[in-house]
């Protein structure tokens, strides 16, 4: 360590702490939030991010539209989400306040950049008082900091122009926000240079804005103390720190290891998907072949045709992307070959909210095509589970022959966590099972190859790349003859391979885990399930609701079609069932279908996850309506005519039933 | 090299083992060829069946794609792989076969339906990325399948079950298509002539990359004598443009017919007599510059005016899965096999405990 090493200074200790950096799009908040993640990762501190940005590129500077965030939680013990509301803001302009301060809880702390805070940016912000001096921050604990100034003084003398210097203000915040958390600073002094390396000037007031920040914090004597929050105490292990899409990509690589296929991606470039396309891009030396198709339809489409050619066959999508794959998935159903689609769900309809969180396609991802059509639905709950959801989404596809549907979202797609690396001589092996000869004895005695003749166990169709003389076939999106695949128009002959095709993804359910409840001692009257990303929400707030005293349980499914053989019985062993989701109520509804069970749906749809704190109350909610002895929640909330009435839950999200 | 036949198994037969000796027969499948009577297709199906035994290639690397329409079932009736896909999206599928099977012979065939309207994305892309696979599209200037509406290529003022009063459309040149969008062959044949059309399927198919061949088709239904004022036997040698590479282009009883280029570039019909034998343009296949082919693709207005039939361009270039395996290849060569453990602590990993 150098000149950064704390000197006697005292710090406080702190078990966690909620950062908020926000400012313009064309800022760098994301890369100062991701760097600040990286050193608090290799610190030790348990944590999770939520990085929150607009749209547009650059949407016009020093507008509330173009306020991009970057939230992060730390902690010295594990936690579950990047929290509900931020400890401290970091706003580099006033609409990067305006935005958020709705949010802070009182006695947050409030950093602002002083320099932006003139009349221009008011306005912009649509501040008709500065809110610095006009008193309504007096709930919190505000630091005017001039970070634009003393950036550009740093730089003066190594030639760097005013105007240039001046845009490594982010690294002036990210210096300060490390020393005042006690983080050190050379590690990022060094990914400074290699990432600048060859731009002299900028690392150079990168570099120096970074310093002045954290020297700024240490002689300022503006801070009465600086923070610590203690690395957490983890199973021991090798972590990394990962977004969804990177352990999505590296799933997709390790997936194609383990079965000896060679990958191949066939995409389109869509928010917020793209970046598995571009991890992947990176890594051919795994043989990863990408392909960045003319439209969506081509991206699946030529990932089929590798599937046809005894490849991985992959895409990535999200919103309308998923739309436009829908006939080519029905195709894959016909075709009864593998194929992995990747959905990574974004806030709907059309282009919808294209940078904010939905599970909303659950339903078109069970229905979403013309005619009988099913295939298999996984879905990941956190980002480091995406690594492990991709291989078992890719162990259904090979093994029943069939696409599957993997669905992520924004909101882990983006957002990060710790994960303990896995051994990889644990990772499952997938076994690819081609075709090797022929498969049946036609009528005149013929050894014959039968492309629709099933496994009796599996109900999955041999698969039989071109290549091997004496199985050469035709398919087709045709009704296919049962067994020979021979063009069939036959009636009965389509009924049974209707319910064919139905059994064979019926039957997954005989090799897929049972459900997994979370319930202490199996006394809890109230189950809550979730799927997709909800997890950390639900589980956060499962903890807050057993800390204060009472049962709860909660599953979270990770195979939504078919769902675990024994979740019927799991849902009605509970007296009540909470099903929150970011959409109107999807899975409640296929629960309800299917089972018969009355659960409360809790839904929400505000482009963002939901939050502990109202996870906590919708639950508490349901357990106070079960201990008031009907047995019914009729009691605390209503729906008139079909449409939720939010009751007494003073959430962002409503109950409904 | 990572061959992929290899890496996933499919792929037994080396090149050590000979080729074994077919007949038609043995690219003949069982299914029964459901065209209507008379149906053009059943030129091209056959013409097919008896270039394949020729041309020393065996049937398991062998693969029909097609999309939707009456020449779209042509994959079901060839004793090879085949797949018989979705409305337009052939192009599509055999690009990410193409591009992962490079042993494989890859051919596409198309409808104008198919590949010039619900296609056409994926059509002009396969060809400016010279994916290699085969495009022959059928072209009969209506939909037969769903009985007898106007196609991207019928006539304007044509009329049919959809345009009682006549179409509205400009149709489009299927060949200046092709080599607007970067096109490396591009030939033209037609069903009347299964020598030609053979002619031109054995071309395309020793060329690497992509290879678009138009066969005017007629349709005995739908459509019937669309062509035949240029491929009818009586007016061929005054109607059909021959292009040979290398030879001066004429055409017509003792090549009385010829094609120069005028003043302002374009080519046009003159006669032999009036412009004398040198005056004649030179047909050069392997032009660099794709003007001259559009200029021939555009001679003729349509299938009533002396149109030119042959190989129009035949440029080498890039293939697209072939150079997609050499940037893996160089990579490995360059960074050495992939390790998943070495991946994921590719960023920057901690320990605990």
Not at chain 1, 309 to 326: E, H, M, N, Q
Request: hydrophobic share 40%.
């Amino acid at each position: 360590m150098s000149d950064t090493t704390m000197n006697e200074h005292v710090s406080e200790v702190l078990d966690r702490v909620i950062l908020r950096f926000a400012g313009d799009s064309g800022d760098g908040i994301q890369l100062v939030g991701d760097q600040f993640t990286t050193v608090s990762a290799l610190f030790g501190n348990d944590l999770a991010t939520f990085p929150d940005f607009p749209a547009e590129i650059r949407a016009p500077a020093g507008t509330l539209a173009g306020v991009s965030a970057f939230q992060v939680q730390i902690s010295d013990h594990d936690i579950l989400t990047p929290g509900d509301a931020p400890n401290v803001l970091i706003a580099m302009n006033p609409a990067a306040l305006k935005a958020n301060v709705a949010n802070l809880p009182p006695g947050a702390t409030v950093i602002v950049n002083v320099d932006a805070f003139e009349e221009r940016n008011l306005t912009k912000a649509g501040y008709d008082v500065n809110p610095l001096t006009d008193g309504s921050l007096s709930a919190y604990t505000v630091y005017e900091i001039p970070m634009t100034s003393i950036t550009t003084e740093v730089s003066k003398d190594a030639g760097v122009k005013p105007r240039d210097a001046e845009r490594s203000k982010n690294f002036f915040a990210l210096g300060l926000i490390c020393w005042l958390y006690t983080r050190p600073i050379d590690a990022t002094a060094e990914w400074i240079k290699s990432k600048y390396e060859g731009k002299f000037l900028v690392m150079e007031a990168n570099l120096r804005a970074l310093k002045a920040g954290y020297h700024f914090g240490e002689t300022a004597e503006l801070f009465e103390s600086s923070y610590e929050v203690r690395p957490a105490t983890l199973e021991p292990g090798e972590y990394v720190n990962i977004t969804g899409n990177t352990a999505t990509a590296w799933g997709l690589i390790a997936a194609a290891k383990q079965s000896g296929l060679p990958l191949f991606l066939g995409t389109y470039p869509i928010t917020p998907a793209s970046d598995i396309l571009h991890e992947l891009s990176k890594h051919k030396e795994f043989g990863v072949r990408t392909f960045q198709a003319e439209d969506e339809i081509a991206g699946i489409g030529a990932a089929l045709g590798a599937a046809f050619g005894g490849a991985l066959g992959v895409t990535t999508t999200s919103g309308p992307g998923v739309d436009l794959k829908a006939e080519m998935m029905g195709l894959g159903v016909s075709l009864e070959l593998p194929l992995l689609i990747i959905n990574i769900q974004r806030g709907g309809p059309s282009t919808g909210l294209p940078t904010k969180t939905e599970q909303a396609d659950l339903l078109h991802a069970m229905y979403g095509r013309h005619g009988e059509s099913p295939l298999p639905i996984v879905a990941a709950k956190t980002p480091s589970h995406c690594f492990e959801a991709t291989i078992e989404a890719v162990r259904l596809a090979v093994k029943y022959r069939t696409p599957v549907i993997l669905l992520s979202d924004g909101y882990l797609a983006n957002g990060t966590e710790p994960w303990r690396l896995p051994d990889v001589a644990d990772l499952p092996v997938i076994d690819p099972d081609f075709a090797s000869g022929p498969n049946h004895t036609d009528e005149d005695g013929n050894e014959v190859f039968w492309p629709y003749l099933r496994d009796e166990t599996t109900l999955a169709r041999p698969w039989a790349p071109p290549g091997l003389a004496g199985l050469e076939h035709r398919i087709g999106g045709l009704e296919k003859d049962d067994g020979s695949g021979n063009v069939s128009y036959d009636g009965d002959n389509h009924e049974r391979m209707t319910r064919l095709r139905a059994a064979k993804i019926a039957g997954i359910a005989n090799d897929i885990p049972p459900t997994d409840v979370d319930d202490e001692d199996g006394h809890a009257d109230v189950l809550v399930v979730g799927w997709g990303s909800t997890y950390g929400a639900i589980a956060a707030g499962v903890r807050r609701v057993r800390a204060k005293g009472h049962k709860v349980a909660h599953a979270h499914l990770v195979h939504l079609n078919p769902f675990p053989a024994d979740l019927g019985d799991v849902l009605r062993r509970y007296r009540r069932v909470l099903v929150p989701e970011v959409n109107m109520g999807q899975l409640s509804r296929l629960l309800r279908a299917e089972y018969l069970v009355d659960v409360v749906s809790f839904t929400q749809v505000k482009g963002i996850p939901f939050r502990a704190a109202s996870m906590e109350s919708a639950i508490l909610e349901l357990i106070r309506a079960e201990d008031g002895g009907d047995g019914r929640s009729d009691a605390v909330t209503s729906s008139v005519g079909g449409t939720p009435v939010d009751g007494t839950v003073p959430a962002d999200g409503k109950v409904s039933h | 090299m990572t061959d992929l036949a290899q890496a996933n198994g499919t792929h037994t037969n080396g090149a050590s083992v000979p080729v074994p000796v077919t007949t038609r027969k043995d690219w003949s499948s069982d299914q029964e060829v459901r065209w209507c009577p008379g149906c053009g297709d059943y030129t091209i199906l056959a013409a097919m069946q008896m270039l394949l035994p020729d041309l020393g290639v065996r049937r398991e690397n062998t693969v029909f794609l097609s999309g939707i329409g009456c020449a779209a079932r042509f994959p079901y009736y060839m004793n090879t792989y085949g797949m018989h896909s979705i409305h337009g999206r052939a192009p599509a599928i055999a690009t990410g076969l193409a591009a992962t099977r490079p042993d494989l012979d890859v051919w596409v065939i198309t409808g104008d339906g198919d590949s010039l309207s619900i296609g056409g994305n994926h059509l002009i892309h396969a060809l400016r990325r010279n994916v290699n696979i085969t495009i022959l599209l059928f072209n009969n200037q209506i939909y037969g399948l769903t009985k007898g509406q106007y196609s991207p290529t019928s006539e304007m003022a044509k009329v049919t079950k959809s345009t009682p009063f006549g179409s509205l459309e400009q149709p489009f040149n299927p060949l200046s298509l092709a080599l607007g969008a970067e096109a490396s062959f591009v030939a033209r044949t037609h069903d009347m002539d299964r020598k030609h059309m053979t002619e031109m399927f054995r071309r395309a198919h020793a060329h690497k990359g992509s290879s678009f061949v138009e066969i005017y088709q007629n349709c005995n239904v739908f459509n019937d004598g669309a062509f035949e004022q240029i491929t009818g036997k009586d007016h061929r040698s005054e109607m059909l443009i021959p292009l040979v590479h290398g030879e001066p282009i004429r055409f017509g009883a003792e090549g009385k017919h010829g094609v120069v280029r005028g003043p302002d570039g374009a080519v046009e019909v003159v006669s032999v007599a009036d412009v004398g034998e040198s005056a004649l343009l030179v047909h050069d296949e392997h032009r660099e510059n794709p003007g001259l082919a559009f200029q021939l693709s555009r001679l003729s207005r349509g299938p009533y005016e002396p149109t030119p039939i042959g190989v129009f361009r035949d440029v080498d270039r890039p293939e697209y899965g072939l150079e997609m395996t050499r940037q893996v290849d160089a990579v490995i060569e360059g960074k050495g096999e992939g390790d998943i453990s070495a991946l994921l602590r590719s960023g920057s990993s901690w320990t605990v405990g």
